[in-house]
């Protein structure tokens, strides 16, 4: 389906009034792609009908949920940016549990796209915690079709490359081609539908997490929704919680909330512990 750049900023406020994501002006002719992916056999005859029926009769949402499928960008591989879950496993669950004697820990994976990264926290918990403590992790994305690959736990040579051997063997069974992550790593994981634009959703996952991982997320966002999203993760943790971003993302720009924490070698976002946090 063809379009003018008019019609795209039209779609593209819609795409980012309900999710935060936001498409620059020079990726037009690929939202065009997209279009035509999602629209594959379908009915509408032009824009002007398409845009109609998003807005006022897509009452299941199941044209937007086809659009927004093809939009997402799910890529992700287990154990991504290793030395960012060194700092989680080495110095950060080791200082939570010394300092609050948890028997129980929270974890939050926000847009876990085909579930590699809630596995991988749920494998590294499953090594570090001690035996007397135990976890639960939340993993959320708004694509259905990564979900439905996150709930099966199978994966191709290329997502677990670059998980240590000893884990694959461990954790892993191999048939064929393909990788099961095995039933003691998915028991723990639990995965919703939720556009985490949507806030009130959000927060009825409760505002007890002790981590929250949201990596490789926010730079589909603009600054405006960055802030709206990172603002509802605040209010999710405890005290002394802490949250994780991409390698390449940084909270500066987004809010001074969070207390920047050297552990290790490592630099982690908490929040403050005071009762009375900070302003966002
Ligand atoms: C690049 S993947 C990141 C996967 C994983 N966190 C990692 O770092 O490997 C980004 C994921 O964010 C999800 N996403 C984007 N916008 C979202 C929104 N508004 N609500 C929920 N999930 C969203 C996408 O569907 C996609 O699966």
């Not at 960008?73 to 004697?101: G, S």
């Not at 939050?108 to 135990?134: F, K, Q, R």
């Not at 003691?184 to 959000?202: P, Q, T, W």
Request: glycine letters at 4%; one cysteine or more.
């Amino acid at each position: 389906m063809v379009f003018g750049f008019k019609e795209f900023k039209e779609l593209r406020n819609f795409i980012y009034e309900k999710t935060g994501i936001f498409i620059p002006d020079n990726k037009i002719y690929l939202l065009q792609r997209k279009v035509d992916k999602a629209l594959k056999g379908s009915k509408f005859k032009n824009f002007e009908e398409y845009i109609k029926y998003l807005k006022f009769y897509d009452t299941n949402k199941s044209e937007f949920t086809k659009l927004i499928n093809e939009i997402t960008i799910n890529e992700t591989h287990f154990f991504r940016d290793f030395p960012q879950l060194q700092a989680f496993a080495e110095y950060c669950v080791p200082e939570l549990l010394e300092r609050t004697k948890k028997r129980k820990i929270k974890l939050l994976s926000a847009g876990c796209a085909t579930g590699e990264e809630p596995y991988t926290l749920s494998i590294i918990c499953n090594e570090m915690l001690p035996s007397n403590v135990d976890y639960s992790i939340i993993a959320l994305d708004i694509d259905d079709n990564a979900l439905k690959k996150a709930k099966e736990g199978s994966y191709l040579e290329r997502s677990v490359k670059f998980a240590p051997k000893k884990y694959l063997n461990k954790y892993f069974i191999k048939y064929n081609d393909s990788y099961y992550v095995r039933e003691e790593i998915k028991n723990n994981v639990s995965f919703y539908k939720v556009n985490l634009f949507d806030s009130s959703h959000l927060l009825s996952f409760g505002s007890d997490f002790d981590f929250i991982f949201c990596r490789n997320v926010l730079i589909y966002f603009s600054e405006i929704s960055r802030i709206k999203v990172v603002s509802t993760f605040y209010n999710m943790l405890e005290p002394g919680g802490y949250i994780f971003l991409g390698s390449s993302e940084s909270l500066s720009r987004i809010t001074t909330a969070f207390e920047l924490k050297k552990m290790g070698e490592f630099l982690v976002y908490q929040k403050p512990l005071s009762k009375e946090g900070r302003n966002l």
